[in-house]
T-cell receptor, first 110, second 116 residues
Framework: GQQVMQIPQYQHVQEGEDFTTYCNSS?????IQWYKQRPGGHPVFLIQ?????EVKKQKRLTFQFGEAKKNSSLHITATQTTDVGTYFC??????????FGTGTRLTVIP | GAGVSQSPSNKVTEKGKDVELRCDPI?????LYWYRQSLGQGLEFLIY????????KSGLPSDRFSAERTGGSVSTLTIQRTQQEDSAVYLC??????????????FGSGTRLTVV
């Protein structure tokens, strides 16, 4: 069945340090989405990647989709306390829904 | 409305009771999804509605769970004879969906269900 694993499960960084979370799928993905969930909040859509090798940037966030479309990464440059939360990747599960990864919980120490 | 609205935001119920959770999606979003999230865990797919098509119920964990969507808009998730393992945050999401296009989900704030 569909497996989307994320590493690391937890990450603590000093404010100003960089952060990267990796998403790995057991199968080729037609697209991948990334979501952020603040503590006590709900997931919020960040971005979708579709093309092999695609790289997209949103301010300090850089998203990458692997050439084989089986892995993806999210890199945050110079973290801020507002970056705290859990970051989920999600890939299609069949035709009808998304399978969410296990998530990476980011803590930023001021 | 401007976002996905869920009610109630919190629900405490006794084991064995039935509960109904409501979701009001974004107007114009044809796809509606229910997920649940246990404390500190990821998101587990429950059910998907798309327009007037038959729903995809493949994620429902047992026959105690059911959902309907009336008029292609509001959806209700019903859990009968609740058990303690049903305690979780139930998240509803909607998205625009056209042809083979895939679009990001907009989630509601969720209903936190506690079964005591």
């Amino acid at each position: 069945g569909q497996q989307v694993m994320q590493i690391p499960q937890y990450q603590h960084v000093q404010e100003g340090e960089d952060f990267t979370t990796y998403c790995n799928s057991s199968t080729t993905l037609s697209n991948i989405q990334w979501y952020k969930q603040r503590p006590g909040g709900h997931p919020v859509f960040l971005i979708q990647l579709v093309k092999s090798g695609e790289v997209k940037k949103q301010k300090r966030l850089t998203f990458q989709f692997g050439e084989a479309k089986k892995n993806s990464s999210l890199h945050i440059t110079a973290t801020q306390t507002t970056d705290v939360g859990t970051y989920f990747c999600a890939g299609p599960a069949g035709a009808n829904n998304l399978f969410f990864g296990t998530g990476t919980r980011l803590t930023v120490i001021p | 409305g401007a976002g996905v609205s869920q009610s109630p935001s919190n629900k405490v119920t006794e084991k064995g009771k039935d509960v109904e959770l409501r979701c009001d999606p974004i107007s114009g979003h044809t796809a509606l999804y229910w997920y649940r999230q246990s404390l500190g865990q990821g998101l587990e797919f429950l059910i998907y509605f798309q327009g007037n098509s038959a729903p995809d119920k493949s994620g429902l964990p047992s026959d105690r769970f059911s959902a309907e969507r009336t008029g292609g808009s509001v959806s209700t998730l019903t859990i009968q004879r609740t058990q303690q393992e049903d305690s979780a945050v139930y998240l509803c999401a909607s998205s625009f969906r056209q042809g083979g296009g895939v679009y990001g989900y907009t989630f509601g704030s969720g209903t936190r269900l506690t079964v005591v």
